[in-house]
């Protein structure tokens, strides 16, 4: 996306600003319109056309470690094992992949890496038996925004106390899901409005809605408002938990997290979502909080110093909610696989599909306090995705768990870059 700021005007105008004083305001907006639009990144129409082959020579490099990769390798294919992934075929820069090719060439991988390979050696193989495949980005191929997440400890309640107020909800029954891909099959007539669908571009598969039992009708699931502070969920008998409001809304953007009850835990992951979009509320407190000094620890702080009317305006400006359920796992990303630490991220499964591997390149904080960053890489497992990751050019790196992961997570939204690794082919 492109962003013109006053600045960014004057040095893309320059000297030229002189020349057009004579002519009407209207005409100079226009011009600043058309050279908004001509400088912004055209958006993909289909899938296919996400990632091509790179032509720049990857360095090989993992900051956590080749020891580490191999043992989260196989742990990673032996999840991935258990999905569809082999049913899936991959067509990129007109040349086509079978989820049986790519797998078999990571179990290859996998076992070349059980003989601890240095790193030259490592870096042969891959060029070896490997091709690089750069995302179509945000500005230009590869380069990515990439930020962060982590699995949060929270302490809760089992009953509803004035600080541990809000529940945690199991996935609710009127809930239902809408096949648009069937209907735009099925419904010649739905092709003006589904017909994106057919054609492979981007766009809603289905839709979230609530049965209404006495009139057999369905309608848009109850937003976060309605869920939260007009009670549409009380005395149906979901609440798994109770946690402190900002809590409650933090936990739901992770999508799994811990909760610390005073005599045991509770491992809860991500069962649904209420069908509305999600809108980031750090825009809203930008009176507050300067856009460039955001992190998710200032805005927590910050929500916290208000009284609960004020928050609530603020959180109920995203209208997106989250259902859970208890888990006896690790947090399960959407490939139904356990995140693995430092490695698994989420991106937009329309264009990058689940089960790649990937080479991500981006800004490592390195302390915290002091706000200072390395630029590194490493080899991550393409598992999850999110509401808030969008595009060919979004990452979610999933940190770890706790405390300390959330602090490293909170501070990393930077631009990095993104390859997928193929078994090579002769490429077009």
Known sequence: MFYLTSLGYSNLLGDSILVMKSLTQKVLNLLVIFLAISCARAQLKTGADALRLSTAEIEIKDDMGTTSFAQDLSKFIADLQKTSFKKQTFTYSNTTWTGDEVLSSYQALSAFMATTPKQEELKEYIEKH????????????????????????????????????????????????????????????????????????????????????????????????????????????????????????????????????????????????????????????????????????????????????????????????????????RPLTSSGTEVIDGRTIATDTFFLPKGLIGMLEFEKPTDVAAATYETTKRLVFNQDTGGAIRGPGRVDLFWGKGEAAGEFAGNLKHDGRLWFLFPKKALP
């Open 130 to 329: 490997f091709s690089w495949l750069e995302v179509y980005g945000t500005s230009d191929w590869s380069k990515v925004f990439v930020t962060s997440y982590f699995e949060p400890l929270y302490q809760g309640s089992k009953t509803r106390t004035k600080k541990y107020s809000q529940a945690l909800y199991l996935l609710p029954k009127d809930l239902v899901q809408i096949d648009l891909q069937s209907f735009s099959k099925s419904h010649p007539q739905l092709e003006p409005y589904l017909g994106y669908i057919q054609k492979g571009q981007p766009g809603p598969r289905s839709l979230t809605g609530r049965l209404d039992p006495k009139t057999r009708k369905i309608f848009p699931y109850y937003n976060r408002e309605e869920i939260v502070d007009q009670n549409k969920l009380r005395h149906q008998n979901l609440e798994i938990v109770w946690l402190d409001p900002i809590d409650n809304f933090f936990l739901q953007i992770q999508g799994s997290g811990t909760i610390v009850l005073p005599n045991e835990s509770i491992q809860v992951g991500y069962a649904g979502q209420n069908g509305h979009s999600y809108v980031a509320i750090g825009k809203f407190v930008t009176d507050k909080i300067p856009i460039e000094d955001l992190t998710m620890k200032k805005l927590v702080d910050y929500l916290k110093t208000l009284p609960y009317e004020e928050q609530a305006k603020i959180l109920n400006q995203n209208p997106s909610y989250v259902f859970f359920q208890k888990l006896k796992t």
